[in-house]
């Protein structure tokens, strides 16, 4: 099992040109596996890219979320109490935004790898990350 990051999941989707091939590797293999941790918060990332149109889709919101979750095999990771606690302090000197961090306290108690491009979250030492 991976998580993806928000912007490789809209990649994913809309842009797979811009994965690094160890990050396509990941996906097809968590796809033949156990699956990919599509994160809640993700969901909200994506709401917001498109209502402030830093992302341009020529469908609405929920069909693009359905076809999202059509085309891999995607289980959705929530904020646990553990994730909410963890979170809280992870990054708070060099990553204020709690969508990364959640994602990341994610990764880190699912034991899952983080699939991301966000060189501040490949350089930390906190999280296993894939790219």
Request: glycine share 2%.
């Amino acid at each position: 099992m991976i998580v993806l990051d928000t912007h490789i999941i809209i990649w994913n989707a809309l842009k797979p040109e811009m994965l690094s091939r160890k990050a396509e590797k990941a996906i097809s293999s968590a796809n033949n596996s156990d699956g990919i941790i599509f994160c809640e918060i993700s969901l909200w990332e994506i709401a917001m890219l498109m209502h402030k149109r830093r992302i341009s889709i020529d469908i609405e919101y929920l069909e693009f979320i359905e076809l999202i979750l059509e085309s891999n095999k995607y289980v959705f990771g929530g904020i646990t109490p553990e994730i909410a606690w963890l979170s809280k302090d992870l990054f708070s000197d060099s990553n204020k935004d709690p969508a990364d961090r959640i994602i990341a306290a994610t990764s880190i108690i699912e034991k899952a790898k983080l699939v991301t491009a966000d060189k501040k979250l490949r350089q930390s030492k906190k999280v296993a990350t894939i790219w």
